[in-house]
């Protein structure tokens, strides 16, 4: 479900409910002349819209502005937006803190762009996972008043983790290709693994009429097909759905 589609009664059932918030997250980066520029972004958005017929979803707006860097090529014809993370920062902790403040509880972010080094952070989800932080304590501090963890209230607290009960795992991001996925997958950048991903995902952003390879990182792009981007999808869902799972319904703590 769209949330800008959303009327409030259907808003109120996906925080009872605890439906899974979920951002796509990404950017606007040249990826050769056979590919939209938007691919980071539009990988998660299909994703996740193939995944919401077999599940309660929200799918917020996509956010495009993130830090695209013009490591690939300057942005001059080409295309490339890069947003800096100190920009992104306040953005992110503003849109984390209204989700809360709404009521949610079960928000992600989805992200593709650099994400082989999600473990160790590139820009753009550094900015919004530090921004996932920032808005948690912020919203804890305001909700139960300062020293709420040390208060004997929350003497369970370590417990509670282990039956998933934790407020830092109400927002969460993620990256759409994990390290198996990788490990199984042609990882890439605009060569055969994404223009193969795209072509499953949304055919109408590839031209291979347009292809050049002149540059090291499009020379596999000719061997692309549908079928092997299909291939990363399959694993793409399955991990999704391990993410989100069913709906929560367990009741906000004190």
Not at 156 to 167: F, R, S
Not at 194 to 208: I, K, N, Q, R, W
Request: proline share 7%; hydrophobic share 40%; no cysteine.
């Amino acid at each position: 479900m769209r949330y800008e589609m959303m009327l409030p009664h259907q808003i109120r059932t996906a925080i009872d409910q605890r439906w899974p918030v979920v951002l796509p997250l990404g950017v606007l980066e040249y990826h050769g002349e056979h590919l939209a520029v938007g691919l980071d972004t539009l990988v998660v958005v299909r994703s996740l819209e193939q995944l919401e017929k077999e599940m309660p979803l929200v799918i917020l707006p996509p956010f495009y502005y993130g830090a695209g860097s013009y490591a690939v090529e300057a942005p001059a014809g080409k295309g490339t937006v890069h947003v800096d993370s100190s920009e992104l920062l306040p953005l992110a902790r503003g849109l984390f803190r209204s989700l809360l403040r709404i009521g949610f509880r079960n928000v992600h972010a989805v992200i593709h762009h650099q994400s082989e080094n999600f473990l160790a952070g590139m820009p753009t989800d550094l900015a919004f996972k530090l921004a996932a932080r920032q808005a948690t304590f912020e919203f804890l501090e305001k909700q139960r008043g300062e020293g709420w963890w040390g208060d004997n209230k929350m003497a369970a607290y370590y417990a509670e983790h282990a039956t998933g009960d934790n407020p830092f795992n109400w927002v969460r991001i993620h990256p759409l290709m994990d390290q198996t996925i990788i490990e199984g997958y042609d990882f890439d950048h605009a060569g055969v693994g994404e223009t193969s991903l795209l072509l499953a995902l949304d055919p109408a952003g590839v031209d291979m009429s347009k292809l050049s390879t002149e540059r090291w990182y499009l020379a596999s792009a000719g061997k692309a097909t549908r079928q092997h981007g299909q291939r990363a999808v399959e694993m793409i869902l399955r991990r999704l759905r391990g993410i989100f799972g069913p709906p929560v319904t367990t009741p906000d703590p004190p």
